[in-house]
């Protein structure tokens, strides 16, 4: 390779580097779209030893940006261009970080993309690498990080071995008795999604004891969650379990139609 070469291979980085450090957030943007073609250009190999890590410290930017780094990670051709599969979790760094900033909307594309590259992650990368980042997120001090990881449960758990359901069930029902209300709504809106990942038997043991308690919660935004995700759950259910475990507890919670689960 000559010396010529070396540079040509370094100019889609050195491109991209400089874009992303104008104070023109519009060359940002467009220079993040471009993320593909760099990619190409740099080979899977320098995509995940150069590209990807100086993503992961890129966050200190404006949220169009950030939301549309949290699109491309996602985009199911990304993969191919982190060497297939077998790398797909060397996705995850720059989106688990993405996970935990403060908008909402960027937050929300980046659990959108996580559970995207989950699809392509072999069994075994997702003991090790997804459920690692799941209870890094959970277990984050920001509520931001653990509002996050609600919406990531249902997308692990299939694969995951039976001790580590376990845990994820385990997981799960912490963050639905979180101290931040932020956190039990977005565990309330995720439940009957996750509902439907779990075992009937471990849903009735895990999950319905959870359900109750959102339902009765001191904060009205998690109690119509937690009761728009009992049609999810009754689903489940056989019809004597529908009346014993789910409809008293309907009952009790106020403004609430019976019929919508009957």
Not at 50 to 73: G, K, M, R, S, Y
């Amino acid at each position: 390779m000559t010396a010529k070469d070396g540079d040509n291979q370094l100019y889609p980085i050195a491109v991209l580097i400089d874009e992303l450090r104008n104070e023109d957030v519009q060359l940002r943007l467009n220079s993040i779209k471009k993320l593909s073609t760099i990619a190409l250009a740099l080979g899977d190999e320098r995509t995940r030893s150069e590209l990807l890590p100086f993503l992961t410290d890129t966050l200190d930017d404006d949220d169009e940006v950030l939301w549309a780094l949290a699109e491309q990670l996602g985009e199911k051709d990304f993969v191919a261009f982190v060497g297939g599969s077998n790398f797909a979790h060397t996705l995850l760094p720059p989106l688990e970080n993405l996970a935990t900033v403060e908008e909402t909307v960027v937050r929300d594309k980046a659990v959108e993309s996580i559970r995207s590259v989950a699809e392509s992650l072999p069994g075994t990368d997702v003991e090790k690498h997804f459920v690692p980042m799941i209870t890094r997120l959970a277990s984050g001090e920001w509520f931001t990080s653990r509002t996050s990881a609600c919406g990531l449960y249902m997308a692990a758990y299939p694969n995951a071995s039976n001790n580590t359901k376990g845990e994820l069930r385990l997981q799960f029902k912490k963050l639905g008795a979180d101290d931040t209300p932020m956190v039990r709504r977005a565990a309330a809106g995720k439940l009957g999604e996750f509902a439907k990942a779990v075992e009937p038997n471990n849903v009735k043991q895990d999950l319905i004891p959870l359900f109750h308690a959102l339902a009765a919660d001191e904060q009205d935004s998690v109690r119509l969650l937690a009761v728009e995700a009992c049609a999810a759950i009754a689903a489940l259910l056989q019809k004597e379990d529908i009346e014993t475990l789910i409809v008293p507890t309907l009952r009790s919670a106020s403004g609430v139609c019976i019929y919508l689960v009957i």
